[in-house]
């Protein structure tokens, strides 16, 4: 029966995803129903038996209850108390750093491009294609190995990262509207970092090797371009699939090729307990990933290895009221 579901998950994604979560509603208890509106796995894991202090479930549940009545922001959004204080993280020293980044990275990509160019003879057109697919299917595995990681460990109180690269992913689950509310700096900032040093290891290539070494590197200087341009641009892209209103023409397009990441693709990361569908750049990986299980694999492992538990800091975020 299993496998039957997984299979048809290939054929129509969309429809399994709800019904596995359909089903998993309608096998829980009554207390756990009220966990997992709540958005968190991890939480109906703790509401199931005795909690920390000697607190029951139904204690626990009924204070849940209460503090829910009394905050009508809970449930997301830019009114959420937990949204609200990530949102006062933002400092201008972060900021400083985005527009460094982001000056940079570019004029290395216009850089790059130029080169790539001029060094084009039609000999590497057969080649060409491949380095563009093999760089945005890598870049979109690396951005779902980023997301997942940042989603599902660490913390905001960690020193350095923490309030810098954990604070925007804690923020994004509790108001996803918020990336719309950023300009082009504070969405891309981050990702112009990422690609500043394959950048620049790939223009100082053009200036120190000879003629003869670049023809033959030709094709793959152009996945790595290829990559970190899709890289830079992911959180861009993000950015899109949650945007209904002002997209510009080609983007929609784009969007319904799946040639970048479509808005009906990505909500399906944004059900509750957000542990799926983590690929955000074309998210053509997002179907064999969620087939083979991968994600659930590494944290069952991780967990195991180190006690550490899978969104747990996410968790806490969502349930801030004060």
Known sequence: MFVMI??????????????????????????????????????????????????SAGTAMSDVTNVGKQDEGRRGGPHHVGAQELSKLYSPAKRLQEWVCVILCLGLMAVNGVFLITCFSIAHLPFLFLSIV??????DFASGLVHWGADTWGSVEMPLFGKAFIRPFREHHIDPTAITRHDWIETNGDNCMLTLLPMTVLACSFVT???VQLEARHSWNCFVYVLAVF????????????????????????????????????????VSPHETYFCITTGWLNYPLEFLGFWGTLETLIEKLTGARPRADDLKWACKVK
């Open 231 to 270: 890289v830079t641009l992911t959180n861009q892209i993000h950015k899109w699939s949650h945007t209904y209103h002002g997209l510009p023409q080609v983007v929609e397009l784009l969007q319904k090729w799946h040639l970048i990441l479509p808005r009906r693709h990505h909500r399906i990361h944004h």
């Open 134 to 139: 093999a760089g945005m299917l890598v870049a």
């Open 6 to 55: 997984v299979v048809f998950s290939g054929i129509n994604n969309y429809n399994f995803f709800f019904i596995k979560y359909a089903v998993c509603h309608e096998q829980q208890g009554s207390n756990e129903k009220a966990a997992l509106m709540l958005g968190h796995r991890s939480f109906v894991a703790e509401v199931k038996g005795p909690l920390g202090g000697g607190e």
């Open 209 to 211: 090797l000879s003629a």
